[in-house]
Structures are given as C-alpha cells and as structure tokens.
C-alpha cells in the first residue's frame, strides 16, 4: 500500500521509521517532510491546506492511507474532506477533533458525561472573567478556547496574574483562539500523558509519556513545545493506566460517539495524577512531539497495519510495546522558544547513531548548499532506548555530546523526575 504522511516536524520523521518498517508499505510520501524523512520516504511538497491538492496527489499517487500528523489540518477537517473523496485516513473528523481545537467543548463534554476534571467556566465576557478569577482567587488557570500553538494558557499563582491573563486574552493576544476563555481550577499533582488509539466505537491503550514543556533545566524559564521526553511514565503505574482508559478515554469515547461525532484517531490525554487519581487536564487529537518519538522506538506492533486498523473500525485488543524506556533529547537552535537563530551548521549526527541504541530524528532540518543547516526552533530529537531512565538518558547525552552543532542547545536534565523516584 502507498502512505501519505502530512507535517514536518521531529513527529513525522518518528512516523516515517516506524511506516517505512511495515511488511504492508509500497511506497511512502510525506509532505512536506524533512531532511530526516527524505532518507526513508519521497518529500513532496504539498500544502496539507490546500485539500483539493491533496486529494489530486492521493489519486496520482494511488494512496491507500493518509496518516495527518499535526492538529492544524485535523481541526481544519482534511480528515472529512479525504473521506468525502473516497480516500482513508487516520485522524479523526473536523467534529471530533474539536477535542483538541476547542477546550470549552472538552470541559462541556466532560461536564456532561462526569469525566473527571478541573472545574471550570466558559466567558467570552471580559468583566465576567474578571469577576469570576476574583471569586474564586489565584491558583488558577486562564486559557484560550481555540488553537493557540501551546502559548494559550496561563497558570496564574497570583491573582494579580490571573487578572493579568484575561486582560490579555481579552485584548487580542492569541487571535481567535482567545475569543472565548475557560478559566478554570488548578489541579495539583504530577502530570502525565496518555495515549490511546479509538476507531471510533472502541479504544485500545497505546502508551504514556511524560514530557519536559519548560525551556531551562529544574523545569525553570517559558513553556515550548517540548525539550524532552520518556515513555513509559513511571507514574502511570498498570492500576493507574486502566483507571484512565476506564475513567477517561472509553468514557470520552462513547460520549463522542453519542453526541454524533465518532472519535478516530489517536487520543492524546494530558493528565494531572493528584491525590484522588487521575484527572484531565486537556485532550490532544494526535501524537505528541516529542512524545511520539519516544513511544516509537518502543513499538513493536506493526504501525501501519495499526493505523489501518483504527480508520476501518478493527483495533487489536492490545499494543504490543518493548517494557524498555525511551528517551529524547531535544536539541533546539539558540533563541527557541523565542526567534530560533536559523542556519547553524549541524555535524556528526552519524557518529551519535552509531551508538548501539542511539537513533536521531530531524525536526526543524534543511540542507542549503550540501550542509545540514538549523531551520526552525526544535531542530533534532536524540532518541535512546535502554533498560531504565537513568541509563537511557545516559545513553541519549552520550549521542547529543557526539554531535556538533554550536548554535544549539539543550536541557541535560531530561527524565529528572523519574530517576529521582
Ligand atoms: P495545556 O496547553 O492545556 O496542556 O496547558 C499547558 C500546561 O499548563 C499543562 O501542561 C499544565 O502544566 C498546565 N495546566 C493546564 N491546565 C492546568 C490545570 N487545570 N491545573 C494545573 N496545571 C494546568
Ligand atoms: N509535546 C506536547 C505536544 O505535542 O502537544
């Protein structure tokens, strides 16, 4: 079968390894890709927001599946338009990806279903906003509704803060995504990812993963898209795990099902695990980066023949997964997550995957004049898989210290917390 896969990101090259491994894969196509995907996959350059060019491509190319990585298009509903056409995807409906483009959907949904989560209110009312943070006082959390490249929310321990963050919101600082607030309680406890496949009707546990959001080393300094992550979480214990999958996921599944927009795809469950257990934070419609990375280097299961299964409505029981741990390290230019500085020379990338259990995987790449070249904030993913933390992320700084790329950067305390435990 040929494969479509849509983004560019540390993601997708992830995706391209594991797809390019399938017994069932002919050709595979990522559009737009990176450099790293250009080594296991044809680059084509299609713009995933001009859907009638992806829809031609797919017919071209005799495309037998569309695997859409990022949520932008899945918000935007390349999923539905492909289907209209005829074509098979992996991700869910424009309908059902609301669970990650709208957090007012997600709270209501819950809210109405008794999901468990922070409680919480909609405003699209500056002064009633206000009020509503005074009432209650700080801590609390003030988010954007709609899609805000992980900048939308603002974690207020003050209330000084938190009023701060709605005059912000309220005048213009994420676009549309911040018409609309949901403010809600801040949750204690240690957060943790999950992800499980649906098609639909059913949900199958996929993996966990914890993720390192802060820029700086102990957590310190401005949120960005990820510097790290471990998979699995140590936190997200088997009696833990199956509470989410019977609290949360086959819970959320079954109410979009009720509510007429069946869930397909990935299912990525941001959690607070707190005294009480585990509670949502948010839902994201699609694999995390770098969350995905790790999760693939313990694959074991066929992906494609997995992702196959999710869009024609026949998942597996289970995921068959390594018990190992994988890491990574996320290797960004100088300046991420504000203005990266673009064009540092990246070398020796081989001599770090020619450690046993080292791979790397490129994110923000491009080769200019024959040279590997920085061309975005994350740039590289070293990926390590070992028998605990602690030796994969010794694994995974043994492969970032072997690569060259002076205008880059990266925190040297990935997996903290799960080594202290
Ligand atoms: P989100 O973009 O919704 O994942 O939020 C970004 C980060 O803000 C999360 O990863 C949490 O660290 C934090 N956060 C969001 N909502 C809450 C909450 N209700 N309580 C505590 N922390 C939160
Ligand atoms: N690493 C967090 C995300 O992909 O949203």
Redo the contacts with the bound molecule.
Sequence with gaps: MNVLLIGSGGREHALALALAKSPLLDRLFVAPGNPGTAQVAHNVALDANDFAGVIAFCRAEAIGLVVVGPEQPLVEGLVDALEAAGLRAFGPSKAAARLEGSKGFTKDLCAKYDIPT?AYERFVDREKALAYVREKGAPI?V?ADGLAA?K??V?AMTLEQAEQAVDALFSGAFGAAGAEAVI????DGE?ASFFALCDGEKAVAFASAQDH?RVGDGDQGP?TGGMGAFSPAPIMTPEISARVMREIVEPTVAAMKAEGCPFSGVLFA?L?IGKDGPKL??YNTRFGDPECQVMMARLEDDLLGLLLACAERRLPEQVRLSAKTALTVVLAARGYPGTPLKGGRIEAIDEAEKIPGVTVIHAGTKIEGGQLVANGGRVLNVVALAGSVAEAQALAYRGVDAIRFPDGFCRRDIGWRAIGR
């Excluded at 809600?184 to 949750?187: A, D, G, K, R």
């Design positions: 922070g959390v988010k992980g939308g929310v974690v809600e309680e801040w949750l957060e959001k949120n941001g607070m934070i948010e």
